[in-house]
């Protein structure tokens, strides 16, 4: 075996190129959501949300399901509007809701249910940014 022997600039510039992609990654890793799009079904007990929920993941268009039953079971005012929340952001929701619309949840899939102090949450997640 012949040992490996670089020069000092070689070993200097191997350092720098590793704490750059370090860095790199880094950044990707640690990039949180400052804001994200949602809409929810709100009901007050846990079988009717999962029922809901068989019935929305059933469907051939899971969206427009779940926008129809949040407008026909919600207790939300939002329900109105498809169970649309809009726009906010981090810690503007219950801990709970917030925990799987910025850390847990999948964008453009039904999640729940989610309970809070409100009641039982279906969640569709629609955009993290």
């Given at each position: ?6 020069s000092?600039?070689?070993m200097k510039?191997s350092s720098?190129?590793l704490l750059a992609l370090?860095?790199f990654?880094?950044?990707?890793s640690v ?5 994200a799009?949602a ?5 007050p007990d846990?079988?009717?949300c999962a ?7 059933g469907a ?6 779940f926008?129809?039953?949040?407008k026909e ?6 329900g ?9 952001q ?5 801990k709970e809701?917030n925990?799987?619309?910025?850390e ?12 809070t ?8 997640i629609t955009?993290?940014?």
């Open positions: 075996l012949t040992p490996v022997t670089n000092p600039a070689e510039t720098v190129l370090v860095g990654a880094a950044l990707f990039a949180e959501a400052v804001s799009d809409s929810h079904i709100l009901v846990e079988a009717t029922k809901l929920k068989t019935e929305i993941e051939s268009d899971p969206f427009e399901k926008t129809e039953l949040a079971h919600s207790t939300c005012p939002s109105k509007s498809g169970g649309s929340l809009g726009t906010f981090p810690g503007q929701m219950v809701f925990d799987v619309v910025f847990t949840g999948t964008i453009g899939k039904v999640e729940g249910p989610v309970k102090q409100f009641g039982y949450h279906l969640i569709w955009r993290r940014a």
